[in-house]
């Protein structure tokens, strides 16, 4: 196995990109220096030849990409979410899939939590109000916000990362309800309430969403669902753009059916700047921060490369999502 080649699809930090580096049985790590993302084409170009890829979200892995790059053994996927990969067909090419669970949970949670209080009080208005000079005085009715001890928060999927941004809220002195395909004894520990989507949609003043993008969640909510949300309400997508229908959600921020919503992800994804989301000042956006911290995008770094030269050594990867492969 001397000398194989891997492909590492944007500079990640320095930390993963030093561990594959380092490794003997690699002849040559492959980057790509862009700062935007590698086209189909130039992606099959940057993979052939090479037995690991570690890839970003942004990198669709299909089976037409699979299949023109053969020698390809593992896609190590940087990020916990991993449907910009073709599972099922990189399973039956014998492909190991890899991703980074766990390690950004408190910091996407960390992301969700701001959002929810910058919206619940306005600190983006505030930050631009002082800025474009209007501060004059102490106003009595100056931008008032919401409320977020004894609020109501909605988790819309009760995973690791909907645990923890339930036990913020906790602290915070919050209401907690969730929706969940399968009920947790930890969430007593939580204190949540579990509700099914309809009836969490009604109560919440804050409606948090952290499914993965499934074939189920994409388009989860949707002009019915946002219709349920009381109009105080603010919904804040931490998870994928898809599961939100970007076009039901402007009109119900125009229409003043819901508060506010606070993004990290986007459908689509970037938004441009003329996108109708952009000029709604109830809408307030950020692109895709939610693991962003230097140590947790170090962390990330590190696991997705020994996840990636795991696989490669023939041993079994710490996280690995086809784990029938190594059968
Ligand atoms: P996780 O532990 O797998 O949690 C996902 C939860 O959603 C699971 O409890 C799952 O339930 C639940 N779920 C799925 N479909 C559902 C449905 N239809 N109704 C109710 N619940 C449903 O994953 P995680 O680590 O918390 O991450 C969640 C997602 O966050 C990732 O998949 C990723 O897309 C996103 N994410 C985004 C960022 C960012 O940068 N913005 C960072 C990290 C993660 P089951 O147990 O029944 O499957």
Avoid at 39 to 60: I, K, R, Y
Avoid at 113 to 124: N, V, W
Avoid at 242 to 247: A, H, I, K, N
């Amino acid at each position: 196995m001397a000398g194989v080649t891997v492909a590492v699809t944007r500079a990640i930090p320095e930390a993963g990109l030093d561990r594959l580096n380092d490794a003997p049985e690699i002849g040559d790590v492959r980057l790509w220096a862009d700062d935007l993302p590698p086209d189909p084409e130039e992606l099959v170009a940057l993979l052939a030849g090479c037995a690991g890829a570690l890839t970003l979200l942004t990198d669709q892995i299909d089976a037409e990409i699979l299949d023109r790059v053969p020698g390809l053994r593992v896609v190590s996927n940087y990020a916990v979410g991993y449907d910009n990969i073709d599972v099922e067909a990189a399973t039956e090419r014998g492909v190991a899939v890899c991703n980074t669970p766990g390690i950004l949970t408190e910091t996407t949670a960390d992301l969700a939590f701001a959002l929810l209080m910058a919206s619940a009080r306005r600190i983006p208005e505030g930050v631009d109000y002082v800025r474009a000079g209007r501060w004059q005085t102490w106003g009595p009715r100056l931008l008032l916000g919401q409320d977020i001890h004894g609020a109501t928060l909605g988790i819309v999927g009760l995973g690791r990362i909907g645990q923890a941004v339930a036990a913020r809220a906790r602290g915070f002195g919050m209401r907690i309800l969730a929706t969940a395909r399968h009920e947790d004894p930890v969430a007593d520990e939580l204190g949540v309430e579990y509700r099914d989507l309809d009836d969490l949609l009604r109560e919440a003043d804050f409606v948090s969403l952290h499914v993965d993008l499934s074939p189920e969640t994409t388009g989860m909510i949707g002009a019915d669902e946002l219709a349920l949300m009381k109009p105080t309400a603010t919904l804040i997508n931490t998870a994928r753009g898809p599961v939100v229908d970007t076009g039901a959600l402007v009109e119900a921020l125009r229409e003043g059916t819901i508060a506010g919503a606070a993004l990290d992800v986007t459908d689509p994804e970037p938004l441009s700047a003329d996108h109708p989301l952009l000029a709604l000042p109830n809408a307030l956006v950020v692109p895709h921060i939610a693991s962003a911290t230097v140590a947790t995008r170090d962390r990330m770094a590190t696991v997705a490369a020994d996840n990636l030269l795991a696989v490669l050594r023939g041993r079994r990867p710490e996280h690995i999502v086809n784990p029938e492969i190594l059968a």
